[in-house]
């Protein structure tokens, strides 16, 4: 390595290698001469393993991460490794191709295609994994790397190659090594394992004899090969050579785990310090995670599991010396996970989860066979052998019972009861202690996490939140082991997925919370009063000191649980000193808001410097800090305040907050903490609603975990990652679909179904909307088959009001290929490109689903409010009864529809509604002459049609059946005076027109009454608790709601008995695993039926970026950020993507469309304003160069509030050019990478913009804020200018390149974001136009310049921050003078 190169690692400790230092970089050199694809293959050295071994030597084994980085990037593997690979291979050839395998695991990127060319060397290569790991040769650390590797490859079972090649090693043939009468045991419960056994026996037999005769042939022949066969032989024997002949399948686990205990065993208190620094105790760490990996998920458990007991690993690890060394906290951790994991509630062949009862009922089937076992072979143990179970159960009387037996007769019994190999005794190897334990750890009832979790407090208290070992750091290297749960593809049972979901979603919400209470104590500065008490000398916006608290009321508890049923506390603040913004916050808090309530006892005196030896709550006196619920806000008055309480009715400065605490918790302090804890409490702080709902989440979790999931049984193994991943899709097609207005015409469905033979029912000329397809059944290999026809449509009536809202999308032949998915039943994956129509796509699905199934009841859930509000006013604009949608949370306030679609909005519509339909009802008695007050009510309107409207109208059918006359209908029909109002004439003499004239008439009537009598239990409904309820529940056939209120209300809504078929998710890709299943989770599951739910639609873009997790440690190590949707792409559970943009221009998508196979535009982006060009710019997209300002780039004022004041001078001064040359300030957003940077922009704005004329852009927010929204122009500041920072993650790129309609102009330094290699395809394009700002002379918006023409008054090359204020500065002058003058004229 050359010297620079040992400088740049140790410099940047694992920052990506940048393209510069690439080309400098002597392994470049190297990898020219030898790999890389830029030489031609004839110029390129032949392969040497010395190369190979001298760049593991020095580069890979003691290089650092960006030695391998680098390595990587060069295609090592796939173009010098792989091909070259070759059997016997030495140990530094396979531990570079581990090493690269785990660099392209941990970057996240494709790790076995290479592999795919050649399966039968793949299969060697991992035998020579294996040999290496069981051998000598290998150091305990590379033996880690290769546990790595191993994990690595049980985690991609996804994946056909690694997955036949990985499950080998994990099948039946490993029970060899388990005690004969435990196999026995186990095969008998299973007699199909029985026969398969026994096959594996012939066949082990019937290859010894022949193995040893091959080898003995080929060794002969390979003295002189000749020709292919002798090759091919030579070949295998190679082969066999590199595994040594082991049986791997057969043999691998059990030497692994032998290996493992005996490295385990030579670890002492004396040699501690040694087994740390030679990577002993590392080797062991990760071989525990290995096996716990193994073992919770189920295609390796099945057999691995029951070896691991066999070998009594747990308990080995338990006793062993490391156990109780202060190095081997970490060691324990794991060892319970993998405890845990070993008697996980589940049935090891089947899958099936285990219920309570049937884990009690294996249980006692143990302690029966022990006690049989006791009674007829030890007559010391006859009263252990007649005693009942429940008496000998527990491990102390169990041990009182065995102390009768000596050692060796204990040994037997441990032999009888199958849990050692039937071998002479020895008191070395068998102590008593172990034996015991055994024993013990084989026949105890073992207490599940699920009943750890039920008496586990909801809120995070300050000993979770600042405990280092719970919590996990920040950030933590690749190789870092933790004693976290993850979440991978597989799951073994619906508990296990919520149990591990809980834990690190808990461990998430608590490292927020730590974070922003932290900033709170830093903001108050308590500080110690000469008396003793406690004075906050600072304010903080989220806090406030206590006037009081007390506990109000703390309930009994429920029969079988210790903690209360409820405990309710009363907050009491003043918030007369709040300032008048932080006021209005303060007094926003509402229902189901989460409150910290904090314990402050300060250390520091008044003038004195903290102490920074000591942890952070001890150097700013935090003594509890406990969690809260508001339920109810009482003015000073104790009036209760609400959502529709006027300002002017609340009294006083004093708010009351009464909240609820949790029960668990308050027992838990009054059991083992000796002072009145909740009588210390001094300051209460609150944290931003949108950050803090986790609560919600956890309580939604736990209530799960104590009931039966409700998943339906065609998702419930996809979902749990087992299976055919086709199993859930169409689980019912439908030959014929109403596809209703889905296309505009009839060449629009020929384009639609390209891949279809299309017949045309009828003329094609007359065909109209609204369609429906009826599909033939297709032969296999057959081109399918379809007939398109027109649904007759009956005359809706003669009012505008009457006749159905259409569909204006001309959906692409991928859009209909994905709306159909969604209709039919089943599970539907939509992969939306940033602007290919997903809300479109999901509007339609709704309303075909709507109109097709009238009865079934469809939720509609998004990640956040204002892509719901999207969808939710597309929707309303289709044809869809406006009394048959609600939307639920917060967020309906900036719905921009007529009317309010709030539960209670639609109650008031409801009522309004009956009053304006029963003056129609009262007008059209007028009109028929009835005079009695037939519009009562709703009963008395059905009364009215039963008895005189439709006797009118079965009379009026009679008479124009008899009499055929042209003018029948008019003389006869029976509400002409009804009708007078209606536009237009209504009969014109045609029969037949006038027919069917009079049909629409009297289905208009009908919809009256139909109407009301869906608006009647409103009527009979007095409370408006019951009629939302009834809404909820019975009327809204689309609900709609965000992820987060689906988990706030779930408890609620399954109290009501809410019920859907339905569920389409927008926003999928961006929303937790956890936070898309609560919503699959709000019915109960029927007894009789099971699951209701029928369709499941899930929308999103898994290029685009994932779910906000703020902990890196829970984001890398434990998977938290993986959404379903993503977890569901990578099962590769069929998917549709959208194929075709229309957001941007041409020359826009370029940017980000290399990220998506097959992306093409719409026509609509190459017509209209996108053939325009940007109005006082020479380009539509640009990179700015933004060097220096005054001296500085990047600058971090507090740790990770990065900020960049040239990049913000200079966006600001853009967009008042842009101002001034007359762009929108609506067109206009800024964005950027870092949330400081946000905050400088803001700042910049407000002194730079106080004129009122330049206004605000439409946003400033951070990209990925901006997720999901778009504008017509963008500002985008990348910010860093040391190193390139999270913009790496291509996925934020591609969010940040996809968000502009018209203009993108991206600010940042050139010579960084240029030379990082994630970049190069989207920064290809970037850098084909100048890095200096290119402007336009004298251009003014809008222009009618064609976006590739050249200005025609010249461009003007901006070389710097300054001159654009210069520039800025001479244009609002100019105006301004203009105004004036323009004014003085006018005057």
């Known amino acids: 390595m050359s010297e620079k190169a040992a400088k740049n690692t140790r410099r940047t400790g694992g920052v990506a290698p940048t393209v510069k230092e690439i080309l400098e970089d002597d392994l470049t050199r190297i990898s020219l001469e030898y790999w890389s694809p830029r030489t031609p293959a004839n110029k390129r050295k032949k392969f040497s393993a010395k190369v190979v071994a001298e760049i593991y030597a020095k580069e890979i084994k003691a290089g650092g991460q960006q030695r391998i980085m680098l390595l990587e990037l060069s295609r090592y593997l796939e173009c010098f490794l792989w091909p070259n690979f070759a059997a016997p291979a030495p140990l530094s050839h396979v531990m570079s191709m581990v090493a690269m395998v785990n660099e392209k695991r941990r970057e996240n990127v494709p790790a076995w295609d290479c592999f795919k060319e050649d399966e039968e060397k793949f299969a060697l290569f991992l035998e020579h994994v294996l040999e290496y790991l069981l051998g000598d040769e290998a150091t305990f650390a590379e033996r880690e790397r290769l546990l790595v590797f191993l994990t690595h490859c049980f985690q991609s079972l996804e994946d056909d190659l690694v997955r036949k090649n990985a499950l080998k090693l994990a099948g039946l043939s490993m029970w060899h090594h388990i005690p004969e009468g435990r196999r026995e045991a186990e095969l008998a419960a299973w007699p199909r394992l029985q026969k398969h056994w026994k096959h594996l026996q012939k066949q082990e037999k019937k290859k010894a004899p022949a193995s040893a005769a091959s080898k003995s042939k080929k060794s002969k022949k390979q003295k002189s090969p000749r020709g292919r066969k002798a090759a091919k032989e030579a070949a295998e024997a190679e082969g066999e050579a590199a595994s040594g002949g082991k049986n791997f399948a057969r043999d691998f686990f059990a030497l692994a785990l032998s290996q493992f205990l005996a490295v385990l065993d030579a670890i002492t208190e004396e040699n501690a310090q040694e087994a740390i620094s030679d990577g002993k105790v590392k080797y062991c760490e990760r071989f525990i995670q290995f096996m716990s990996e193994l073992v919770s998920q189920l295609p390796t458990r099945r057999f691995l599991r029951t070896l691991v007991e066999c070998t009594h690993v747990v308990v080995r690890c338990e006793m062993s010396a ?50 049989r076992v006791a009674f007829l072979h030890f007559p010391e143990l006859r009263t252990f052998a007649l005693s009942n179970i429940g008496s000998v159960e527990k491990r102390f009387f169990m041990k009182q019972y065995l102390r009768v037996l000596d050692d060796p007769a204990f040994y037997r019994l441990c032999c009888r009861l199958h849990l050692f190999s039937e071998q002479p005794y020895s008191a070395t190897v068998h102590s008593r202690a172990f034996m015991e334990e055994v024993l013990f750890s084989r026949m105890e009832r073992h207490s599940s996490m699920l009943e750890t979790l039920s008496t586990q407090p909801v809120y995070p208290t300050e000993e979770l939140m600042w405990d280092e070992n719970t919590m996990p750091a920040e950030r933590v290297g690749s190789n870092t082991v933790l004693a976290l749960p993850r979440l991978n593809l597989q799951f073994l049972t619906m508990h296990d997925y919520l149990l591990r979901t809980f834990q690190l979603y808990r461990l998430e919400a608590a490292y927020e919370i730590r974070e922003d209470l932290a900033d709170v104590l830093k903001r108050v500065k308590p500080r110690r009063l000469d008396m003793g008490t406690t004075q906050f000398t600072g304010w903080a916006r989220m806090a406030l000191p206590l006037r009081s608290f007390k506990i109000t009321s703390v309930r009994t508890p429920h029969i079988g649980e210790a903690h209360p049923k409820r405990v309710v506390g009363e907050i009491i603040v003043d918030l007369n000193g709040a300032r008048g913004g932080i006021r209005q916050e303060w007094e926003s808090i509402h229902l189901h808001d989460v409150l910290y309530l904090l314990s402050i006892d300060a250390t520091i005196r008044k003038g004195d410097q903290p102490d920074m030896s000591k942890s952070f709550i001890e150097r700013h006196g935090l003594k509890y800090a406990r969690g809260c619920e508001v339920f109810e806000v009482l003015d000073e008055n104790r009036n209760a305040i609400d959502d529709r309480t006027r300002p002017q009715d609340i009294q006083g400065h004093v708010r009351i907050f009464r909240v609820r605490l949790d029960p668990r918790q308050w027992l838990a302090d009054r059991q083992n903490i000796q002072e009145d804890v909740y009588g210390t409490f001094n300051l209460v702080a609150r944290r931003h609603s949108k950050e803090n709902n986790f609560k919600a989440v956890l309580a939604s979790i736990q209530q799960l975990l104590s009931s039966k999931c409700a998943v339906p049984e065609w998702l419930h193994d996809v979902f749990l990652g087992y299976g055919d991943p086709h199993a859930a899709q169409r689980v019912s097609s439908l030959p014929t679909i109403n596809y209703l207005d889905t296309f505009l015409d009839v060449q629009h469905a020929r384009d639609a179904l390209p891949n279809v033979e299309l017949s045309i029912a009828g003329s094609e000329k007359e065909l109209q909307r609204p369609f429906r397809v009826t599909f033939e059944p297709t032969e296999e290999g057959g081109k399918r088959k379809a007939l398109l026809e027109g649904i007759p449509q009956p005359n809706p009536g003669p009012f505008p009001v009457d006749r159905p809202k259409q569909n204006a999308v001309r ?114 008695a007028g009109s028929i002459g009835v005079s009695a007050d037939v519009a009562y009510t709703c009963e008395t309107a059905g009364h009215f049609l039963t008895h005189h409207i439709r006797p009118r109208w079965e009379e009026y059918e009679d008479i124009v059946q008899r009499d055929t006359a042209d003018d029948a209908v008019t003389t006869h029909f029976p509400f002409h005076e009804f009708f007078s109002a209606a536009p237009g004439r209504l009969f014109t003499g045609d029969r037949a027109h006038d027919l069917d004239a009079a049909e629409g008439c009297f289905r208009h009537i009908a919809r009256v009454f139909e109407a009301l009598d869906e608006i009647r239990p409103f009527e009979l409904l007095r409370s408006s608790y019951d009629r939302t309820n009834y809404l909820l529940t019975t009327q809204a056939k689309i609900i709609a709601m965000t992820c987060t209120h689906a988990a706030l209300k779930r408890n609620d809504l399954i109290r009501l008995g809410f019920k859907f078929d339905n569920m389409v998710m927008e926003e999928a890709g961006q929303s937790l695993d956890i936070e898309t299943f609560i919503p699959l989770m709000l019915q109960a599951e029927d007894e009789a039926e099971g699951s209701r739910l029928k369709r499941v639609v899930l929308i999103g873009d898994h290029n685009q970026l994932p779910p906000v997790i703020k902990n890196m440690s829970l984001q890398k190590y434990s998977h938290l950020d993986q959404s379903l949707f993503t977890r569901l792409i990578r099962l590769q559970v069929p998917h549709i993507q959208l194929n075709a943009q229309g957001r941007c221009r041409p020359s ?123 504008n017509d122009y963008i500002l985008l500041s990348l910010v860093r200018t040391k190193t390139v920072g999270h913009v790496r993650d291509v996925r934020r790129l591609i969010v940040a390149m996809s968000r502009a309609r018209l203009g993108l102009y991206v600010f940042g330094r050139r010579k960084l974001f240029e030379n990082c290699y994630e970049l190069t395809k989207t920064f290809h394009h970037l850098l084909q136009r100048p890095d200096k700002l290119a402007l336009a002379n004298k251009e003014t918006f809008p222009t009618v310049r064609g976006v590739d023409e050249v200005p025609a008054h010249g461009v003007l090359g901006v070389e710097s921050v300054v001159q654009m204020a210069d520039l800025v500065a001479r244009m609002s002058n100019a105006a301004a003078a203009a105004s004036t003058a323009a004014a003085s004229h006018a005057q």
């Open 322 to 371: 490391l156990a109780t060394l202060p190095a081997g906290r970490l060691f324990n951790e794991l060892v319970s996970t993998l405890r845990y994991f070993q008697w996980f509630e589940i049935d090891d062949f089947t899958g099936t989860a285990l219920s309570k009862e049937e884990m009690m009922a294996t249980h006692c089937t143990k302690i029966q066979q022990m006690q």
């Open 811 to 924: 959906f692409t032949d991928r859009q209909l290929e994905a709306i159909t998915s969604g209709v039919h039943e089943g599970l539907t994956l939509v992969v939306g490109p940033p602007g290919t129509g997903k809300t479109d796509v999901a509007v339609q699905i709704i309303n075909l689903i709507y109109h097709n199934f009238p009865k079934q009841r469809t939720l509609l859930i998004t990640h956040s409010n204002q892509a719901l509000n999207q969808l939710f006013e597309k929707i309303a604009a289709l044809d869809i009864e406006d009394r048959h949608l609600v939307r639920l949370g917060h967020g309906q306030d900036q719905l921009e529809t007529e009317g309010d679609f709030s539960r209670y909005g639609r109650v008031d519509l409801m009522l309004q509604k009956r009053e304006a339909l029963l003056s129609e009802v009262e007008r059209l």
């Open 1148 to 1270: 826009l998508a370029n940017l980000f469309k290399w990220k998506y196979e097959d992306l093409g535009n719409l026509p609509a982006v190459s017509k209209g304003e996108y053939l325009k060009a940007n109005a006082g710019f020479a380009h539509d997209f640009q990179f700015v160069n933004v060097e220096a300002f005054n001296g500085k780039g990047e600058t971090e004022p507090t740790p990770h509030f990065i900020q960049n004041l040239g990049e913000a001078e200079y966006l600001v001064a853009v967009f008042q050019y842009m101002r001034l040359v007359g762009y929108p300030a609506s067109k206009i957003s800024i964005i950027t990478t870092y949330k400081g940077q946000k905050h400088l922009i803001r700042d910049v704005l407000d002194q730079r913009c106080s004129h009122p004329f330049f206004g605000r852009p439409n946003r400033v927010t951070t990209v990925d804020r901006f997720q999901g929204q778009q």
